[in-house]
């Protein structure tokens, strides 16, 4: 049985309007964190978790509100790897 999970494709379309340059990468924090939940509790394809966790973190990285990472990530290079990921040049 293959499920359909629409946190993927809620977290999949935030990243690519972030990767346009339409939104701030903060809208990024609920799908990818929604995606990342349901992926688990419905245990759909491992990498499908493994990149909704991810990008969680690398939005977490980014923005390092509480000083948490010791190396922040770039806003640019939080683009160029979602980007990567999606197979899709980054908007400058």
């Known amino acids: ?13 935030a990243a690519k309007r972030f990767v346009s340059g339409e939104i701030h990468f903060s809208y990024l ?7 990342e939940f ?19 973190m690398l939005v977490d990285q980014t923005w ?11 806003e640019a290079e939080l683009r160029r790897r979602i980007a990567t990921d999606l197979g899709v040049p980054a908007e400058s």
């Open 64 to 74: 390092n509100e509480w000083g948490q990472h010791p190396v922040k990530l770039s």
């Open 38 to 56: 349901w992926a688990k509790v419905y245990g759909v394809h491992p990498a499908i978790h493994q990149l909704a966790a991810e990008w969680k």
């Open 29 to 35: 924090v609920g799908p990818t964190e929604r995606c």
């Open 1 to 13: 049985m293959m499920l359909s999970l629409p946190e993927v494709r809620e977290m999949v379309a």
